[in-house]
């Protein structure tokens, strides 16, 4: 420790540099971590909601909810309380007699009111639960994006006006606020007929296969990982966040190698005069820790006040365990990094410090 | 009394062909209290013998005694821990750290080496009488060469071993600090009763040492 920081005293620039890199470096990894965990949380945030546990679709949806149609001979004559029809459709909501043209993408749930779904899972965060055939609840989102409790909106081009009647939250389905209405209007805006029930069923407990035999069946895992973009954009992040993370690696081993390298003829002198190669090599290691310590203290800082600065519109979400597992992967890394200079020292012949 | 021994050695490099015999037969002892001098042209193996008395290289034949301890029976780590105990070695350059003052080089000492360094009432008093009392917070990058290598010399002592291994000490010195390093490597044999061993091919030290020997093609030869 006493080498270590006697030498980064004494070349404080050199070390601040690779610090700020290390800082902007593992900044970055936290970013690109909030907005994985916080696009990802928009994909399926709805799901999440509902306590999914299972999910049955049609068999040749692929997995695709807004894809997949049910008519009512492929299901049993009567649905348990763990069972909730579901159905899906994009649409673009406008917002009714507003001077300001108010145009959102937007996910249609439909949804029988009787079932648990819209009886249990929709947690309110402001007005009321819809109680006739046109009102709706809708994500905080478009709270955020100007909507108001009454408002009136058009969904797609149809005539039919819906009124908001409730806000609630986690209500985002592949990154787009969810608007809950019924089953009925859910056919309407499908533009499917009676016969066509629903896109699909969920349930809050695991319900076997053969439960609906003329089915596929999805685990809750399964059907999120099948949600579109939804693992090529986890894999694309982490992707980023690996290479990164072996990028502060690199840098580390260079800098210490470099610097070590430009410190052998000392220190075979200083090994020719009986300092053990284990007080070098802990200079080494605890400085490969400092840098990486203050760099990524530094990124922890910097990412505190984006988020502070960040509008809540921004899908960003900072899961701070990870965070700090992050950090100390980076510290470790770090220590990886400095086993290149390590070996270096190991191997110095303490009789070169006489040849020269 | 007797610092340091060396019988019989023998040391080669390489094999077959290429094999060269530096050192052939060297019997070699110095007292405390005694500057020994070895003086040899380039390439004849002066630093290859003084390797072997500080016990970073062993010899291929012949014994290395330091305090009755045979230096070619000892683990590296022994070996580290007695150049740490009992030699202090000053070389032509590199002997400091650049990032550590004039200070912090003897600290970093006490950091490795606990006990037996000198008192700080006689570091004062080697560091006046070397005239570096001022330098304390300067760097090694701050000092001239004849700074710097009072400072080595004073750094060698700190550990207060009882042999000093000096190599080329003088090469980058012009004739005055010359002279002024050879004192000193005298008054440390004499008045801090070191044995003094110092290997050049610098004559103008000859007039300082109480012995003088001769490298030449592997043989060492002692002159009258
Ligand atoms: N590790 C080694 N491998 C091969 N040859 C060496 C090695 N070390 C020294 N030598 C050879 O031994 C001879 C003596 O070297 P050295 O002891 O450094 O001489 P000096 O210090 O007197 O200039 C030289 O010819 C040198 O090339
Ligand atoms: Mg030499």
Do not use: C
Request: net charge positive; glycine share 8%; hydrophobic share 45%.
């Amino acid at each position: 420790m006493f080498l270590a920081l006697k030498e980064i005293k004494h070349a404080k620039f050199r070390y601040a540099l690779i610090t700020v890199m290390i800082m902007m470096i593992s900044y970055l990894v936290f970013i690109l971590m909030g907005m994985m965990l916080g696009l990802a949380n928009e994909n399926k945030a709805a799901i999440n909601s509902w306590g999914t546990s299972t999910v049955f679709l049609n068999k040749n949806a692929n997995g695709n909810l807004s894809a997949s149609m049910l008519t009512k001979d492929q299901l049993p004559s009567r649905l348990n309380k763990h069972e909730a029809l579901v159905g899906q459709v994009p649409v673009v909501v406008t917002r009714v007699g507003s001077q300001h043209k108010l145009k959102e993408n937007a996910q249609v749930i439909g949804l029988d009111r009787q079932q648990f779904i819209a009886k249990e899972k929709i947690a309110l965060t402001a007005g009321h639960q819809a109680k006739e055939t046109h009102q709706v609840v809708v994500d905080e989102g478009l709270r955020a994006k100007g909507y108001r409790l009454g408002d009136r909106i058009r969904l797609n081009s149809s005539e039919q006006k819906y009124q908001i009647v409730g806000f609630t939250k986690d209500a985002k389905l592949n990154v787009a606020p969810v608007i809950y209405t019924t089953l009925t209007s859910w056919q309407q805006l499908k533009g499917v007929n009676n016969r066509v029930v629903a896109s699909g069923v969920v349930t809050d407990r695991t319900e076997p296969a053969s439960r609906f035999d003329q089915l596929s069946r999805y685990t809750a895992a399964t059907f999120i990982q099948k949600l579109p973009g939804y693992t090529a954009q986890n894999n694309t992040f982490t992707f980023m966040i690996a290479f990164l993370m072996v990028i502060s690696l690199v840098i580390i081993a260079v800098f210490l190698y470099i610097l070590t390298m430009q410190k052998m003829n000392n220190y075979a002198v200083l090994r020719a005069q009986g300092i053990p190669a284990k007080h070098l090599v802990g200079a080494t290691l605890a400085q490969a820790v400092i840098l990486m310590l203050a760099g990524v203290i530094g990124g922890i800082i910097f990412t505190w006040i984006t988020q502070l600065v960040l509008p809540t519109t921004v899908p960003i979400l900072m899961n701070w365990p990870i965070i700090a597992g992050i950090s100390l992967v980076l510290i470790i890394l770090g220590m990886l990094g400095a086993l290149l200079p390590v070996r270096m020292i190991l191997k110095i012949d303490p009789v070169k410090a006489l040849n020269n | 009394m007797t610092a340091i021994k060396l019988t019989n050695i023998d040391k080669y490099f390489g094999t077959g062909l290429s094999r060269v015999e530096v050192l052939t037969n060297v019997s070699f002892t110095a007292d405390l209290g005694e500057l020994s001098l070895i003086l040899g042209p380039s390439g004849s193996g002066k630093s290859t013998l003084l390797t072997i008395m500080g016990g970073l290289q062993t010899p291929d034949q012949g014994e290395v005694l330091i305090d009755q301890q045979n230096l070619t029976k000892l683990s590296p780590k022994q070996r580290d821990q007695l150049r740490l105990n009992k030699i202090g070695f000053v070389l032509q350059s590199y002997n400091l750290l650049p990032y550590l003052n004039v200070r912090d080089q003897f600290k970093l000492v006490d950091r490795v080496k606990g006990k037996g360094n000198l008192p700080q009432a006689e570091l004062d008093h080697l560091l006046t009488e070397l005239g570096i009392d001022r330098l304390l917070n300067q760097y090694p990058g701050e000092l001239s060469g004849g700074q710097n290598q009072r400072v080595a010399i004073a750094r060698a002592l700190y550990t207060d071993p009882q042999i000093i291994l000096a190599d080329e000490p003088t090469a980058a010195l012009d004739s005055n600090r010359v002279k002024v390093v050879g004192q000193l490597l005298k008054q440390m044999a004499q008045d801090h009763h070191k044995a003094v061993i110092v290997v050049t091919h610098d004559l103008r030290l000859r007039e300082f040492a109480d012995h003088t020997y001769q490298l030449m093609d592997g043989h060492l030869t002692r002159e009258a």
